[in-house]
């Protein structure tokens, strides 16, 4: 689009050459045919000095052809016989924009703009304005030149934009929408969707699904669980937690080709640590050699305790018990703040089994018991802490005990074969045939197959010293992080932070307005998030202006992210 429109000239009588000349430029200039139009000029001022105009419309000619430099010597020519014009001044700004001559440029625009009221002329000083960093001079530059020429929708774009350098999210959603009404197609479509989405996924509290699907997991109401993520990502179909939660269903019920699938989503969405940990338990799942990978990745983004025991447990399969035992000492070894204390005690019991199986020290079992008791203090009903103490009994040869756990957790969960096998091995321990025969025989009447028919021979022939209760090493629970709501948000900021500004300015908007900051407890931690809080809040309005420049090709600041990164890890495993 010409910023600049032709002066045009008044009608000029007479006959001699000269004017004939000036008849003919201005022929080729409604032609559009440029250089003809300035030979004419040219030819006619070898013959008479010239008119202002026709100075005028040869530095339109040449500023149409590019060449700024005679384009401004021929306005110059111009302004020396009417040096107030503010047409000339307006043809005379431009020309020295395009020669980067910004100051000056500014100051013709601007004194143009005192008789001039035209759409063209707002727009290049709003944009002279912007490389200056006058951004309230740019924002009633471009607003005007819209309110000039209604078929604007740049200056309107633009608006919205430097709206968003000023952090006034409502103004800039309110223009893009205005705009969209004009130009339904126009690139802030997306813009104007994502924060749509943003906003509503917020307003529906869907971290309450969140919360809920997780509560349901440990319940073991899996089915249930899965369709509260569903709904999540219904709303927000790149909630990578969401996501996440998905892929550990789908392992709990080892679906793992379902489960690759919803882990690489998430890691299309944004990449944490938890997120190629999962991965790599995946992979171990399947014995993929891919998974140490995957725990390095995860390790490298933030080191944590599940790719520390992935990488234990992938290793003690593989029979490399040096590096098996290494990484128990990993778990054993890292200090965790922001953790649930049962779920790290589950960490510590596995490895504390594995530092016993990789060594051959019994202490480790010692160990290990006394966190299963710790556990079963607060949950008593629950079946798989009861197998780990028998099992850890059972090691420490202690059979009449192993074999009251073994009881209770049958009791808890009468339909464990399992358990039903183990109570057989520790019977024969004890030296209670009896009890053996009789819980071979219940177990055969369970089983009523060949496998129960095995055991029972076994039996019969005193072969049954050849069975092992096998290490909970062999088949460990899903591990997975249990996110709370102040580590969700934070969460979802640090994403943002990384994707689309847009997002994580909105997040800030939520968490400084909500009371989610009266749940951290931790002074030091909540003097750490305010003050990123507040550096988010100065910078961020500069990367949603340059996010709007180009959203395909946006890098996001990267002082900015590792700053973000190192304050938010002290919130848990959120990156």
Same mark, same amino acid.
């Given at each position: 689009m010409d910023l600049?429109?032709k002066?045009?000239?008044?009608l000029?009588?007479?006959?001699s ?10 022929r080729?200039?409604?032609?559009k045919d440029h250089e003809?139009a300035?030979?004419c000029y040219l030819?006619?001022?070898?013959e008479?000095?010239g008119?202002d105009?026709?100075?005028a419309?040869l530095?339109?000619?040449y500023y149409q052809?590019?060449?700024y430099k005679?384009?401004l010597e021929?306005i110059n020519?111009?302004?020396s016989?009417?040096p107030e ?9 431009p020309?020295?924009y395009?020669?980067?001559?910004f ?6 625009l601007i004194?143009?703009s005192?008789k001039?009221k035209?759409?063209d002329l707002?727009?290049?000083l709003?944009e002279i304005?912007?490389?200056y ?6 924002l009633?530059?471009?607003?005007k030149a ?5 078929n604007n ?8 934009k430097i709206?968003l ?5 409502d ?5 893009f929408k205005k705009l969209l009404k004009?130009?339904?197609e126009?690139?802030c479509?997306?813009i ?11 307003e529906k509290?869907v971290y309450g699904d ?6 349901l ?5 899996y089915v249930?669980?899965?369709k509260?993520?569903?709904?999540v990502?219904q ?6 937690i969401a996501?996440y939660y998905?892929?550990v ?9 379902k489960a690759l699938?919803?882990?690489?989503k998430?890691?299309?969405?944004f990449?944490?640590s938890i997120h190629?940990s999962k991965?790599?338990?995946?992979l ?7 998974a140490v990978?995957?725990y390095n ?8 305790p ?5 990488l ?8 490399n018990i ?5 990484f ?5 070894e890292i200090?965790?703040?922001?953790f649930?204390?049962?779920e790290?005690d ?5 490895s ?10 019994e202490?480790?079992?010692?160990g290990a018991l006394?966190h299963v ?5 607060k949950? +008593?009903r629950?079946? !798989?802490?009861?197998?780990i103490k028998?099992y /850890? #009994?059972?090691k420490l =040869?202690n059979y009449?005990e $192993?074999n009251e756990?073994?009881?209770?957790a049958?009791r ?5 074969i399992?358990i ?10 004890a030296g209670?045939y ?8 219940k177990?055969?009447?369970v089983?009523?197959n060949d496998?129960a028919?095995e ?6 022939n005193?072969?049954?010293k050849?069975l092992?209760i096998?290490s909970?090493l062999q088949?460990p629970p ?5 996110i ?7 969460a979802n900021l640090y994403k ?5 500004p847009?997002?994580a300015f909105i997040y800030?908007?939520?968490?400084e ?6 749940? +951290?407890n931790?002074? !030091?931690?909540?003097k750490t998030?305010?003050? /990123? #809080?507040k550096?988010l =809040?100065?910078?961020?309005? $500069?990367?949603?202006y340059k996010?709007?420049e180009s959203?395909?090709?946006y890098?996001?600041?990267k ?5 973000c ?9 959120i990156?």
């Amino acid at each position: 689009m010409d910023l600049i429109k032709k002066l045009l000239n008044k009608l000029i009588s007479g006959d001699s050459s000269y004017y004939n000349l000036i008849s003919e430029a201005e022929r080729y200039l409604n032609e559009k045919d440029h250089e003809k139009a300035i030979e004419c000029y040219l030819q006619a001022f070898k013959e008479n000095k010239g008119r202002d105009v026709d100075w005028a419309n040869l530095s339109y000619a040449y500023y149409q052809l590019g060449d700024y430099k005679n384009a401004l010597e021929a306005i110059n020519k111009a302004l020396s016989f009417s040096p107030e014009n503010p047409e000339f001044l307006y043809l005379k700004g431009p020309i020295l924009y395009k020669l980067e001559n910004f100051d000056e440029a500014y100051k013709c625009l601007i004194k143009a703009s005192e008789k001039i009221k035209k759409g063209d002329l707002y727009e290049i000083l709003g944009e002279i304005s912007l490389k200056y960093k006058k951004y309230k001079k740019a924002l009633d530059c471009y607003l005007k030149a819209y309110r000039l020429n209604k078929n604007n929708t740049n200056a309107l774009f633009v608006a919205g934009k430097i709206y968003l350098l000023f952090g006034n999210l409502d103004r800039a959603y309110e223009l893009f929408k205005k705009l969209l009404k004009e130009e339904p197609e126009h690139s802030c479509k997306e813009i104007v969707e994502f924060m749509d989405k943003i906003v509503e996924s917020i307003e529906k509290n869907v971290y309450g699904d969140i919360y809920n699907g997780i509560k349901l997991l440990e319940s073991k109401d899996y089915v249930n669980a899965l369709k509260f993520f569903n709904k999540v990502i219904q709303i927000d179909e790149d909630n990578d937690i969401a996501h996440y939660y998905k892929s550990v269903v789908s392992e709990i019920f080892e679906d793992y080709q379902k489960a690759l699938e919803s882990i690489y989503k998430v890691t299309s969405i944004f990449e944490r640590s938890i997120h190629y940990s999962k991965i790599g338990d995946i992979l171990t799942k399947i014995g993929h050699s891919k998974a140490v990978e995957m725990y390095n990745k995860s390790i490298e983004i933030y080191p944590n305790p599940y790719a520390y025991f992935g990488l234990a447990i992938y290793y003690y399969r593989n029979g490399n018990i040096k590096k098996a035992s290494n990484f128990f000492d990993k778990v054993l070894e890292i200090y965790v703040d922001d953790f649930l204390k049962n779920e790290m005690d589950i960490f510590i019991i596995y490895s504390l089994i594995g530092k016993a199986e990789t060594t051959g020290i019994e202490k480790y079992y010692e160990g290990a018991l006394q966190h299963v008791n710790k556990l079963l203090e607060k949950d +008593i009903r629950n079946s !798989e802490l009861w197998k780990i103490k028998g099992y /850890l #009994l059972y090691k420490l =040869k202690n059979y009449k005990e $192993a074999n009251e756990c073994f009881t209770n957790a049958l009791r808890l969960n009468p339909n464990d074969i399992d358990i039903m096998k183990y109570s057989i091995i520790v019977y024969e321990k004890a030296g209670k045939y009896d009890d053996v025969i009789s819980a071979t025989t219940k177990l055969k009447n369970v089983l009523k197959n060949d496998e129960a028919d095995e055991i029972f021979k076994k039996l019969m022939n005193n072969e049954i010293k050849d069975l092992e209760i096998p290490s909970p090493l062999q088949n460990p629970p899903v591990m997975y992080y249990k996110i709370d709501h102040v580590q969700y948000y934070l969460a979802n900021l640090y994403k943002y932070v990384n994707v689309n500004p847009i997002g994580a300015f909105i997040y800030l908007h939520f968490i400084e307005n909500s009371d989610i900051l009266e749940y +951290i407890n931790d002074e !030091e931690k909540l003097k750490t998030i305010n003050e /990123l #809080l507040k550096e988010l =809040k100065r910078k961020l309005p $500069a990367e949603m202006y340059k996010y709007c420049e180009s959203p395909e090709n946006y890098k996001p600041n990267k002082e900015l992210v590792e700053l973000c990164k190192k304050e938010l890890m002290k919130f848990g495993y959120i990156v």
